[in-house]
């Protein structure tokens, strides 16, 4: 279960209700002309399911429990999203044992410290790439592939390595000529809006989630976006955005629980690459995106939102039922008893008063705050979330009328990095 609440008056006139009902029909027609893929992602991918079911059942290595290690080799929407939910549901039963590992960063010593932890003998490697050239990517899968590297077998990797990228790609055809397992990301599925693909689910899949609960919950957002159409409280949301990006022009999602590091990391990727573009007549739009983790950043970011700029919006993401009982004990040590008032109190009350409390004080500061808060997190609520801020940022780009799905603005810095490296 999920509620949702905003606490602001989007000011909602007759200009308002055609601005959201066009945004509507854009974001209805990116998804009927197959213009944005992952609209759909939750409801038609019943032949990937059994693909990846298929695929861990037989494979010797996986089926049998004989991984140790996991290493993802991707970056930007080819890792956080999976990240995010790994970290969201680590803790939870149907976590298999074995490590994961992320490689994205070409750092060495970041790099060479993460491979130290892999026992290479018993990993089974995932490659992600929808290009199939981003040169992190692929430096480091070169990387690990001198270290697989037989001096007299050379290199066999046959059932330790899947890979995950476009149809066609050039890594694709590396992966034909050599009998390695791909999975395809459908076309018109972006990087950042793919972890409900393959890109995810496979990895997902491999740690022992219950992937189909996790695409349920995503349709039952789906669901509502579709029933509910511009009565939406995102849309609502997404207007006060748009309406006010000249003066609110950033955007905390204040998450109050330490298993959001990663989603946080996944939302300001989403929202940062989608939303930050040229706009007509060269208007620069871009709504800066910020994580923070509650209560942590009570003590940092927290001045600068209740006495700062007025130029920011918080959503609070709370976590109601942590299901852990620990409490503070009946201890009165001397001189502390001023902190005596949390004695007896459970962890997850004192956590989750901390974040009503802050939100009272940012809402009586006059900051638009809205909340979303989920009962317990699983595979269905880690889905709904995923989907949740997808579609507010399909809805806000529509509204800016920008195109959410590209980063022309990358390119430039790849360009200028061959030329310097091709010298
Ligand atoms: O969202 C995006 O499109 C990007 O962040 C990409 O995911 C990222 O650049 C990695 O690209 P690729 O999957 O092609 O290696």
Same mark, same amino acid.
């Given at each position: 279960?999920?509620?949702?609440?905003?606490?602001?008056?989007?000011?909602?006139?007759?200009?308002?209700?055609?601005?959201?009902?066009?945004?509507?029909?854009?974001?209805?027609?990116?998804?009927?002309?197959?213009?944005?893929?992952?609209?759909?992602?939750?409801?038609?991918?019943?032949?990937?399911?059994?693909?990846?079911?298929?695929?861990?059942?037989?494979?010797?290595?996986?089926?049998?429990?004989?991984?140790?290690?996991?290493?993802?080799?991707?970056?930007?929407?080819?890792?956080?999203?999976?990240?995010?939910?790994?970290?969201?549901?680590?803790?939870?039963?149907?976590?298999?044992?074995?490590?994961?590992?992320?490689?994205?960063?070409?750092?060495? *010593?970041? =790099?060479? &410290?993460? #491979?130290?932890? !892999?026992?290479?003998?018993?990993?089974?490697?995932?490659?992600? /790439? %929808?290009?199939?050239?981003?040169?992190?990517?692929?430096?480091?899968?070169?990387?690990?592939?001198?270290?697989?590297?037989?001096?007299?077998?050379? *290199?066999? =990797?046959? &059932?330790? #390595?899947?890979? !995950?990228?476009?149809?066609?790609?050039?890594?694709?055809?590396? /992966? %034909?000529?050599?009998?390695?397992?791909?999975?395809?990301?459908?076309?018109?599925?972006?990087?950042?809006?793919?972890?409900?693909?393959?890109?995810? *689910?496979?990895?997902?899949?491999?740690?022992?989630?219950?992937?189909?609960?996790?695409?349920?919950?995503?349709?039952?957002?789906?669901?509502?976006?579709?029933?509910?159409?511009?009565?939406?409280?995102?849309?609502?949301?997404?207007?006060?955005?748009?309406?006010?990006?000249?003066?609110?022009?950033?955007?905390?999602?204040?998450?109050?629980?330490?298993?959001?590091?990663?989603?946080?990391?996944?939302?300001?990727?989403?929202?940062?690459?989608?939303?930050?573009?040229?706009?007509?007549?060269?208007?620069?739009?871009?709504?800066?995106?910020?994580?923070?983790?509650?209560?942590?950043?009570?003590?940092?970011?927290?001045?600068?939102?209740?006495?700062?700029?007025?130029?920011?919006?918080?959503?609070?993401?709370?976590?109601?039922?942590?299901?852990?009982?620990?409490?503070?004990?009946?201890?009165?040590?001397?001189?502390?008893?001023?902190?005596?008032?949390?004695?007896?109190?459970?962890?997850?009350?004192?956590?989750?008063?901390?974040?009503?409390?802050?939100?009272?004080?940012?809402?009586?500061?006059?900051?638009?705050?809205?909340?979303?808060?989920?009962?317990?997190?699983?595979?269905?609520?880690?889905?709904?979330?995923?989907?949740?801020?997808?579609?507010?940022?399909?809805?806000?780009?529509?509204?800016?009328?920008?195109?959410?799905?590209?980063?022309?603005?990358?390119?430039?810095?790849?360009?200028?990095?061959?030329?310097?490296?091709?010298?």
């Amino acid at each position: 279960m999920i509620k949702k609440r905003i606490f602001f008056d989007p000011e909602i006139k007759k200009e308002g209700l055609s601005k959201i009902k066009k945004a509507f029909e854009r974001m209805q027609y990116e998804r009927e002309s197959g213009l944005a893929g992952y609209y759909d992602l939750p409801v038609n991918q019943s032949e990937t399911i059994s693909a990846i079911e298929d695929f861990i059942s037989t494979n010797e290595y996986l089926s049998h429990n004989l991984i140790k290690d996991l290493v993802v080799i991707g970056i930007g929407g080819s890792s956080l999203g999976t990240r995010a939910i790994d970290t969201l549901l680590m803790f939870s039963h149907n976590r298999n044992i074995v490590n994961i590992h992320f490689l994205e960063n070409l750092d060495p *010593l970041y =790099l060479i &410290n993460s #491979i130290k932890k !892999i026992d290479l003998s018993k990993a089974f490697i995932v490659v992600i /790439s %929808k290009s199939g050239t981003t040169i992190e990517t692929i430096s480091i899968t070169k990387y690990i592939f001198s270290l697989l590297q037989d001096p007299i077998k050379g *290199l066999d =990797l046959k &059932n330790k #390595i899947a890979v !995950i990228t476009d149809r066609d790609s050039p890594l694709d055809r590396l /992966s %034909k000529e050599r009998d390695w397992k791909v999975f395809y990301i459908p076309t018109n599925v972006g990087g950042r809006f793919s972890v409900l693909s393959p890109v995810g *689910l496979l990895p997902l899949a491999i740690l022992g989630y219950d992937i189909k609960a996790l695409l349920n919950g995503a349709a039952a957002m789906r669901e509502e976006f579709m029933q509910n159409g511009v009565e939406l409280l995102l849309f609502k949301k997404a207007y006060y955005y748009y309406k006010h990006r000249k003066k609110i022009n950033m955007n905390i999602l204040f998450s109050y629980s330490s298993m959001f590091e990663a989603f946080n990391k996944w939302y300001i990727q989403l929202w940062g690459e989608s939303l930050g573009k040229k706009r007509k007549e060269n208007e620069r739009v871009g709504l800066t995106p910020v994580g923070l983790i509650g209560s942590v950043d009570q003590h940092s970011f927290l001045q600068l939102i209740v006495e700062g700029p007025k130029d920011k919006s918080v959503t609070f993401l709370k976590l109601k039922n942590f299901e852990l009982p620990i409490t503070v004990p009946h201890l009165s040590l001397p001189y502390l008893e001023t902190t005596d008032f949390v004695n007896g109190r459970r962890f997850q009350t004192i956590i989750n008063s901390q974040c009503d409390s802050t939100m009272e004080a940012v809402i009586e500061a006059g900051v638009p705050v809205d909340l979303i808060e989920i009962n317990e997190l699983n595979e269905e609520s880690a889905g709904y979330l995923i989907y949740y801020f997808e579609l507010l940022t399909s809805a806000v780009g529509a509204m800016l009328q920008i195109n959410t799905y590209d980063q022309p603005g990358v390119e430039k810095g790849k360009i200028l990095l061959k030329n310097r490296l091709s010298k």
